[in-house]
């Protein structure tokens, strides 16, 4: 990821401050409280291009410990600033790329749109060792870019037609699944056509 990416992440953090946790994620909790009664008191989750933290404040409001990782160290400067940050000791935060960490046993991973950011030739080692990252009856909870997303051609980016993108996740299974087409932009602006692929997940419990 080169500097022009990087001022990219900021001036994104900059046009989405302030706003609420992704729908999947919340969806994914609602799930748990609705099954399990909420997280049990030592759960972990994991964020996974955690950004400026709008998906970790809710994890860490929720009980849930939390390793948020991302590459942009501006990122936990903005999230360690924040005003809702709560339960700061519960929080774990590594600047790198998810790729390269060794993903410990979580009861949640959530990754809102920041799975396509990891590139292609990394990605096809990276999700088993996500999915291996997931304990039994553990979900996930996130974004997968679909092959017809402007971005997909992209050489750093990762997207998949949606019936491939079903069997990466022929293990799980799966309690959410949106395809989202449309022509619009991201919040900094930039024209473009989104394809999506929202989902929430569950590993089978033991
Ligand atoms: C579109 S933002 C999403 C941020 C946040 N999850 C949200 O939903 O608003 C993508 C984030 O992923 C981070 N990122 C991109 N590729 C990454 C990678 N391979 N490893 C870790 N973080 C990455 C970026 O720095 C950025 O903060």
């Given at each position: 990821m080169g500097e022009a990416r990087d001022d990219r992440w900021v001036r994104y953090y900059d046009n989405v401050a302030g706003r609420p946790p992704r729908g999947t994620l919340l969806r994914a909790l609602a799930a748990i409280d609705a099954e399990e009664g909420g997280p049990r008191s030592d759960a972990l989750a994991l964020d996974l291009g955690a950004g400026d933290g709008r998906d970790t404040v809710e994890l860490l409001r929720r009980g849930y410990r939390v390793l948020a990782i991302d590459c942009e160290p501006r990122a936990f400067e903005r999230l360690r600033a924040r005003a809702d940050l709560v339960r700061r000791e519960a929080l774990e935060t590594r600047v790198a790329r998810f790729e390269d960490v060794e993903l410990p046993p979580a009861d949640l991973i959530n990754a809102s749109f920041a799975l396509?950011?990891?590139?292609p030739e990394r990605f096809a080692a990276f999700w088993p060792r996500l999915l291996a990252a997931l304990k039994p009856g553990a979900r996930f909870a996130g974004q997968l870019l679909g092959a017809?997303?402007?971005?997909?051609?992209?050489?750093e980016i990762t997207a998949f037609e949606p019936h491939v993108a079903r069997a990466l996740l022929a293990s799980l299974s799966v309690e959410y699944w949106w395809e989202e087409e449309a022509d619009g932009a991201t919040p900094t602006g930039e024209k473009k056509h989104w394809h999506l692929l929202h989902i929430v997940a569950r590993k089978p419990a033991r």
């Open positions: 396509p950011f990891c590139r017809r997303d402007s971005w997909a051609s992209g050489p």
